[in-house]
């Protein structure tokens, strides 16, 4: 994590110390590699240029002694990342809602629907066939989607 995931924001707000930065129920977490130019200086980790930013940076102290408990939030993956991260993301599953997880597969090349050993929408087997096609989702609906893909 330390070299690729160069970026953190958590809620809009940078984060430079992960282990106090606490998430919450319905919080978003934007992760990134390292981003070219100024802005990827300004808001990296740990960067030199990092006390230009230090009035908007999230921090919220000393670990929470809350319980930790399942919830949702939104993960958003940039650049490099999301080829390297999204597989394990749709293998543990995503929940979405049910019109994106729809365009999401509408776009897919042939090499992913090749690629895929199995499909659960809400822990069913589904066949890809009826996915490729769209139509299927029901608006306002969210959905638990979870794609294995074939080994390389």
Same mark, same amino acid.
């Given at each position: 994590?330390?070299?690729?995931?160069?970026?953190?924001?958590? /809620?809009?707000?940078?984060?430079?110390?992960?282990? =106090?930065?606490?998430?919450?129920?319905?919080?978003?977490?934007?992760? =990134?590699?390292?981003?070219?130019?100024?802005?990827?200086?300004?808001?990296?980790?740990?960067?030199?240029?990092?006390?230009?930013?230090?009035?908007?940076?999230?921090?919220?102290?000393?670990? *929470?002694?809350?319980?930790?408990? /399942?919830?949702?939030?939104?993960?958003?993956?940039?650049?490099?990342?999301?080829?390297?991260?999204?597989?394990?993301?749709?293998?543990?599953?995503?929940? $979405?809602?049910?019109?994106?997880?729809?365009?999401?597969?509408?776009?897919? %090349? %042939?090499?992913?629907?090749?690629?895929?050993?199995?499909? $659960?929408?809400?822990?069913?087997?589904?066949?890809?066939?009826?996915?490729?096609?769209?139509?299927?989702?029901?608006?306002?609906? *969210?959905? /638990?989607? *979870?794609?294995?893909?074939?080994?390389?």
């Amino acid at each position: 994590m330390d070299r690729r995931i160069t970026t953190i924001f958590l /809620d809009g707000k940078p984060v430079d110390a992960v282990g =106090s930065a606490r998430i919450r129920e319905g919080s978003t977490l934007a992760l =990134s590699a390292a981003m070219p130019g100024l802005a990827g200086a300004i808001f990296r980790r740990g960067g030199a240029m990092a006390p230009l930013r230090a009035n908007i940076v999230r921090e919220d102290g000393e670990k *929470s002694e809350a319980p930790e408990r /399942d919830g949702v939030i939104t993960v958003k993956l940039f650049n490099l990342l999301a080829p390297e991260l999204a597989p394990g993301f749709l293998r543990r599953g995503v929940l $979405l809602p049910a019109a994106e997880a729809e365009a999401f597969l509408r776009r897919r %090349p %042939p090499a992913f629907w090749d690629g895929c050993r199995e499909i $659960l929408l809400d822990g069913k087997r589904v066949e890809a066939a009826l996915l490729k096609g769209g139509c299927w989702a029901t608006p306002g609906d *969210s959905v /638990d989607l *979870s794609v294995a893909l074939r080994e390389a």
